[in-house]
């Protein structure tokens, strides 16, 4: 009996509950299914009267009903009144002209099938036969190259933006809906995102300074140094629009709404592979990657680049600028001089250059041999001389 007494009060309750309650319209609730007939659904929408909606939203291309009691359903609030609560999911081919005004009212989407290019825009069709306009700025969230390729002949979701003339003047923007859904998505990933997480995205925009990523509604930027190892020069060389990548969270920045990401660090860093293969004095051919006013950069492997000094490049004569001596793209033979592990250094120098030092040292060790050999040279030649002399007087003698 208690058990009872307690149910009821929770019943009490609840209906209390609903009856305070009140939707505006406009306004998406969720909302579950506790009836279907020929051509409407009964919803229960949390207030003391029941919702509906027309089972014509919910039909397969055959005719099916897609939905049945219990299940829940994402809707709109279309109207309130005497007559009842009227909800959408999104108005489409079977609403009325009332009902476009309604949307239009209560800002609810509504479904269009995109039949024909016009000046200025695309026209649009509602509801089987109702002529509507959506400029080409309102298409979509981004700018395309080819709108007509991309739009004709798709269905597509708007909110009305203008309602005149008793719907014979509709305009539309379907951009005006995207950005609220990707206001909604951003508010999410606020929740979700934290930095240092690896994350799967679409890459939606190809630049010249990186690549933007759609994550779900919302736009990243992986900017071109944290692509790959690798100097990328050209990143449509290598990526598409449409491509999906996997990347790791670099930096939030609400506020200003960025969020960077970084594909390099979901790959393995080349530089300790090749490192150990490499040791100081060690002989290797490498490619002059890049060229700066310092010296060139020599690409070893993917990913690892050592630099000779432009003091090393010019074979004993002193040179303004690398290019004097060598180009990007060209092969080179390099002796490694010195790693530094720690800022990932290399330093290289033509495997056929002589150092100031060596030269000098050299120039010393002949001058110490040309001294050598002419003391015994001298040596010789007066040992000669006194030979000569002893053997004449001998002579002399006899």
Known sequence: MENDTSSFEDLFNESDDKSLRKLTPGEKITASIVGIDKDTIFLDVGTKSEGIIQSSEFLDDNGELTVSVGDSLEVYCLKTGPSGQIFTARLGSGASSAHLEEAWRSSVPV???????????FEITLSGNVRAFCPYSQMGLRRVENAAETYLETHM??????????????????????????????????????????????????????????IGGVDALV?????????????????????KVSAIVKGLDWENDRISLSIKETLEDPWEAAVKELGEGKLCVGT???????????????????????????RGKRINHPREAVEAGQSIEVVVESIDPDNKRISL????????????????????????QSRKTAAKESMGSFGALLKAKMESKK
Do not use: C
């Open 157 to 214: 979701s708007f909110l009305i933006s203008k309602f005149e003339a008793g719907g014979r003047n509709i305009v539309l923007s379907a951009r005006m809906l995207q950005e609220e859904e990707r206001q909604a998505r951003k508010e999410e990933l606020q929740k979700e995102l934290t930095e240092g997480q690896t994350i799967e995205g679409t890459i939606s925009s190809i630049r010249t300074f990186g690549l933007f990523v759609d």
């Open 349 to 372: 120098a033509p495997s056929d250059y002589v150092s100031t030092e060596s030269e000098e040292e050299k120039e010393r060790q002949d001058y110490r041999s040309y001294k050598t």
């Open 223 to 243: 900017p071109i140094s944290e692509v790959g190892w690798s100097r990328v020069e050209n990143l449509e060389d290598t990526y598409r629009v449409g491509q």
């Open 111 to 121: 479904e269009g099938f995109v039949k024909a290019e016009i000046k200025g825009g």
């Open 288 to 314: 002059i990657s890049r060229l700066a006013q310092f010296g060139a950069f020599v690409n070893l492997a993917p990913g690892v680049d050592g630099l000779i000094h432009i003091s090393k490049l010019g």
